[in-house]
T-cell receptor
Framework: DGGITQSPKYLFRKEGQNVTLSCEQNLNHDAMYWYRQDPGQGLRLIYYSQIVNDFQKGDIAEGYSVSREKKESFPLTVTSAQKNPTAFYLC???????????FGQGTRLTVV | GQNIDQPTEMTATEGAIVQINCTYQTSGFNGLFWYQQHAGEAPTFLSYNVLDGLEEKGRFSSFLSRSKGYSYLLLKELQMKDSASYLC??????????WGAGTKLIIKP
């Protein structure tokens, strides 16, 4: 079945450690996105990529990094520079232009 | 600046009708999306409006007025499973989605 897969669903890390969240899609979508969701706030864009080997910062890119080496994959690394990393992270993909975004199941990251 | 406003929380009764409003200000406009999100899960697409008027899809309908920067999502014959957050999002001139904070809908028996 076509879809977008995030793993893991829950992740715990110690403060100061980098952590990488996985996102894979087999929908043949060109565009992929990473969002952060905090209680009472809308989805905030971290990074997005419209094509392989290219990506742009979103509104809250500081403390995060991404890569887009394959069309299907868009991993997000939460670095130790991110001051408040505990959040619900959502990956999404979509075709170019005006189309709906398809979301993965999300990863809830807790840093202790 | 870009801004999407929607109520934080609404309560309705099973079997009734509820209207969730969304007002927006964006740099350019390429349409408005509504998504449903159950707690701890991913948002799922409900509707897309780019022209003024009402789009009906089963128990759910979505309305858009571009001149007023206003949309609403209408849910009829409410069921307990409709308890969720409803997210309004606008696509701006760069084809980026700008998201509202979501409206938590509580359905009571």
């Amino acid at each position: 079945d076509g879809g977008i897969t995030q793993s893991p669903k829950y992740l715990f890390r110690k403060e100061g450690q980098n952590v990488t969240l996985s996102c894979e899609q087999n929908l043949n979508h060109d565009a992929m996105y990473w969002y952060r969701q905090d209680p009472g706030q809308g989805l905030r864009l971290i990074y997005y990529s419209q094509i392989v080997n290219d990506f742009q910062k979103g509104d809250i890119a500081e403390g995060y990094s991404v890569s887009r080496e394959k069309k299907e994959s868009f991993p997000l690394t939460v670095t130790s520079a991110q001051k408040n990393p505990t959040a619900f992270y959502l990956c999404a993909s979509g075709s170019s232009g005006v189309t709906e975004a398809f979301f993965g199941q999300g990863t809830r990251l807790t840093v202790v | 600046g870009q801004n999407i406003d929607q109520p934080t929380e609404m309560t309705a009764t099973e079997g009734a009708i509820v209207q969730i409003n969304c007002t927006y200000q964006t740099s350019g406009f390429n349409g408005l999306f509504w998504y449903q999100q159950h707690a701890g899960e991913a948002p799922t697409f409900l509707s897309y409006n780019v022209l003024d008027g009402l789009e009906e899809k089963g128990r759910f309908s979505s309305f858009l007025s571009r001149s007023k920067g206003y949309s609403y999502l209408l849910l009829k014959e409410l069921q307990m499973k409709d308890s969720a957050s409803y997210l309004c999002a606008c696509m701006d001139s760069n084809y980026q989605l700008i998201w509202g904070a979501g409206t938590k809908l509580i359905i009571k028996p």
